[in-house]
């Protein structure tokens, strides 16, 4: 994974640039792992929003974060490669605790990003078959019709 670097934010951030990442030709999935790097405890005060932008928007989706000190990676993609694959990683606090927001000194909340991404390979070429029991037109009898839809 490449690391992007730390970001620290607080209560009153909106939106917060994390770096820019370009998905390499022909991938449709972008990981990105997140770990809190302070405070050193639970983070009780709010969550994220994260989301890779291109000019044409946010064609990976958007995920909803929570801090662990451990890491967590998150997994962005729509089954399909991007139409632009130059863009940037970003970060929104959402506060979920008023508390954060109205505290004197708020404490701040620093996170760890690093990216990678790849393809997400799918389970092979689905088929579907349609078997169906039609009168036959020069009143023969019945006719088995088989239309393959692969």
């Known amino acids: ?10 209560p009153l951030d909106l939106q917060v640039l994390v770096g820019p990442f370009s ?8 990981w990105v792992n997140i770990t809190q790097i302070s405070p050193q405890q639970q983070w009780n005060y709010s969550f994220g929003l994260l989301w890779w ?11 909803k974060v929570y801090g662990t000190q451990l890491g967590e990676i998150f997994r962005f993609g729509v089954g399909r490669a991007p139409l632009e694959r130059d863009g ?3 970060f929104a606090p959402r506060a979920y605790n008023r508390r954060w927001i109205s505290i004197e ?5 620093t996170l760890n ?3 990678e991404s790849g393809v ?3 389970g092979g070429a689905l088929t579907a078959v349609s078997n169906s ?3 036959s037109t020069d009143g023969t009898g019945l006719q088995l019709v088989q239309v393959d839809f692969s």
């Open 120 to 122: 997400t390979s799918g």
């Open 53 to 63: 932008e291109s000019v044409d928007g946010r064609q990976l989706g958007t995920q």
């Open 113 to 115: 990003f690093a990216a």
């Open 88 to 90: 940037s990683i970003y």
């Open 1 to 10: 994974m490449v690391d992007l670097g730390n970001i620290t934010v607080g």
């Open 23 to 30: 998905l390499n030709e022909g991938d449709d999935t972008l």
């Open 105 to 109: 000194n708020p404490p701040l909340w």
């Open 133 to 135: 029991l039609v009168r």
